[in-house]
């Protein structure tokens, strides 16, 4: 296994050579469209490029008894899937509080709110909420070898890092599939998953649940795994400030099933700073890339992980580009299954409620 963590030197923030200037969008249509792609996605071979639209108004997301016109906005316009879906009350479309360059006074940006006490994402013993959680799949479940995830992010002006806390990234599952979060671990033909940290005084890390076969990784320095939970890679390479927007870009190329030849890179605004190869994210081709995983809470499965005060984090120009579409294996047991008479099926599914009891 080869492997690489680059921390650049280089300190001029810029936009990647040869990209538009990209500025807020807002969606007063039905759905959200795909669009050329950035200078980055081209140089990565990428086919196609996904852009969540901002709705045109503020927006707020409602209560957990009422009816959540934002959740339906994310279901519809951003191709996030109903499963899976927590936490919408603490998401809001708002003006951006930290720029003054968007295309009109309605465009919106995403704002997370996180309350005092939250962590793990559900919070303490009081049911404490803050942050969220869903699954978006805007290529309609299809698979592809290579996946690109890019937004800019900012955090309030009161917002404490604590010890740390989820930022979003790329997943790969079967359709429908979840997981590789939260503890429940990757085992080479389940899923994967990469995501961003904060740490401790704004530092940042990629954070990926990935198969045991990777175990080499362990050894490695700015490497920490954790047999419970996912692999902290590059811890302190990122670096995140207040009142200001950074722009993230996480690239994932999937493995061979016969060698383990995935790769990770990371870019904060234009510069490179995680880039490892010679990774193994499946042991059988059952997925890919398919969604983003947008996910972000403080945590960490503990009190000392939790928000010390009420505050919120801001996204905007969320994108996904892809590459490669690649056709998959279907696993077994959904493949007996699609061809059991249902009548076998239900005679299965009652024994084993009799074996329950």
């Known amino acids: 296994m080869h492997i690489f963590i680059l921390v650049s030197i280089v300190t001029t923030l810029v936009a990647a050579h040869g990209d538009p200037v990209i500025t807020a969008q807002c969606a007063s249509f039905p759905r959200a469209e795909q669009r050329p792609n950035t200078a980055r996605a081209n140089q990565l071979g990428m086919n196609q490029t996904w852009y969540a639209q901002m709705p045109c108004t503020n927006m707020t997301g409602g209560t957990k008894t009422t009816g959540n016109q934002l959740q339906d906005y994310i279901q519809t316009q951003w191709s996030a899937r109903k499963s899976g879906f927590y936490a919408p009350e603490d998401v809001s479309f708002v003006t951006d509080p930290f720029s003054s360059n968007s295309t009109s006074d309605d465009s919106a940006v995403m704002r997370v709110y996180y309350q005092k006490g939250s962590y793990t994402p559900k919070g303490s013993d009081q049911d404490v909420t803050g942050g969220c959680q869903f699954y978006m799949s805007p290529f309609q479940g299809q698979a592809f070898r290579k996946g690109l995830v890019r937004y800019d992010v900012a955090f309030a002006e009161n917002f ?6 989820k930022l ?14 939260g503890g429940d671990m990757a085992d080479g033909d389940n899923c994967f998953s990469v995501r961003l940290m904060w740490r401790e005084n704004g530092q940042g890390e990629a954070y990926a649940y990935l198969p045991p076969s990777n175990h080499d990784l362990c050894h490695t320095q700015g490497i920490m795994c954790n047999d419970e939970f996912g692999t902290s890679l590059g811890r302190g390479y990122l670096q995140f400030e207040r009142q200001t927007w950074s722009t993230i870009e996480i690239f994932v190329q999937m493995d061979d099933i016969d060698r383990p030849n995935g790769i990770l890179r990371v870019w904060q605004d234009n510069r490179p700073v995680i880039f490892i190869e010679g990774l193994s994210f499946r042991t059988i081709n059952y997925f890919a890339v398919s969604d983003i995983l947008f996910s972000t809470f403080y945590g960490g499965g503990s009190s000392d992980y939790a928000a010390t005060n009420d505050t919120y984090a801001y996204f905007r120009n969320i994108q996904f580009s892809v590459g490669d579409p690649e056709t998959l294996v279907e696993p ?15 005679v299965l599914c009652f024994i084993s409620c009799l074996l329950s009891l």
């Open 332 to 346: 077994p047991s959904m493949a007996s299954l699609s061809s059991t008479s249902p009548i076998l099926l239900i």
């Open 168 to 181: 979003p990234g790329i997943f790969g599952g079967s359709h429908g599939t979840r997981g590789c979060t």
């Open 160 to 165: 404490d890092w604590v010890k740390g806390g």
